[in-house]
Nanobody, 129 residues
Framework: VRLVESGGGSVQYGGSLRLSCAAS????????MGWFRQAPGKEREGVAR??????????DSVKGRFTISQVSRDIDEKSLYLQMDSLKPEDTAMYYC?????????????????????WGQGTQVTVSS
């Protein structure tokens, strides 16, 4: 699966950005997707995830501010989005689009880094105060 992110950039506190991820290379119904982020000097953390049944999970730190969504464009292509509103300086990080096959049945967590087997190259988000 090939994942290509776009949409990062620099905004001020309280601003918005929309990240996009173009996924291709495997039937869209076989893997689930999400977003991770990594701030300088910190470990990668799960931000949001959407599974094959449409179940959505958010990290507590972004609930109510971020919205994940996806669109299937063809049998082996789909797009993932992350609408980020009310951005804070602590949201500054490299954001990664991720895929997981097989899709594991999480109930309340985005999941650990090592349980995602497809990663994009990342897109930088910087929020200034």
């Amino acid at each position: 699966v090939r994942l290509v992110e776009s949409g990062g950039g620099s905004v001020q506190y309280g601003g918005s950005l929309r990240l996009s991820c173009a996924a291709s290379g495997r039937s869209y119904s076989e893997y689930c997707m999400g977003w991770f982020r990594q701030a300088p000097g910190k470990e990668r953390e799960g931000v949001a995830r959407i599974d094959l049944n449409g179940k959505i999970i958010y990290a507590d730190s972004v609930k109510g501010r971020f919205t994940i969504s996806q669109v299937s464009r063809d049998i082996d292509e789909k797009s993932l989005y992350l609408q980020m509103d009310s951005l804070k300086p602590e949201d500054t990080a490299m954001y990664y689009c991720v895929g997981q096959w097989p899709c594991l049945p999480y109930t309340d967590k985005v999941g650990p880094v090592d349980e995602y087997n497809y990663w994009g190259q990342g897109t930088q988000v910087t929020v200034s105060s």
